[in-house]
């Protein structure tokens, strides 16, 4: 089983930044490629973005732009940049390997946006 533990979140004012990290208990993300997601209260966790093996990177329209993936193989992390933060970003984030369902999702950490 694959254990991988969000962190870096916290309360940030429109506008600001925040790095989220995701780090896994062995060397998995040159062997998967991995996604972010994030799930805001009442709503429908969603893919934020992603980043394959070779690294590169997709992202969900509300976030182009403004958030940015990338990872460190050796460290066994992954990063969240996040960029121009708006209130509609609140929300638990997580990081995930892409295309394994049955992979635990994690606590999640949660990023507030106030406005």
């Known amino acids: 089983q694959v254990q991988l533990v969000a962190s870096g979140g916290g309360l940030v004012q429109a506008g600001g930044s925040l790095r989220l990290s995701c780090a896994a208990s062995?060397?998995?993300?040159?062997?998967?490629?991995m996604g972010w997601y994030r799930q805001a209260p009442g709503k429908q966790r969603e893919l934020v973005g992603s980043?394959?093996?070779?690294?590169?990177?997709n992202y969900t329209d509300s976030v182009k732009g403004r958030f940015t993936i990338s990872k460190n193989n050796a460290q066994n992390t992954v990063y969240l940049q996040m960029n121009t933060l708006k209130p509609e970003d609140t929300a638990v984030y997580y990081c995930?390997?892409?295309?394994?369902?049955?992979?635990?999702w994690g606590q999640g950490t949660q990023v507030t946006v106030s406005s």
């Open positions: 995930r390997r892409l295309n394994f369902p049955s992979d635990s």
């Open positions: 980043i394959t093996r070779g690294g590169t990177t």
């Open positions: 062995g060397s998995i993300f040159s062997r998967n490629s």
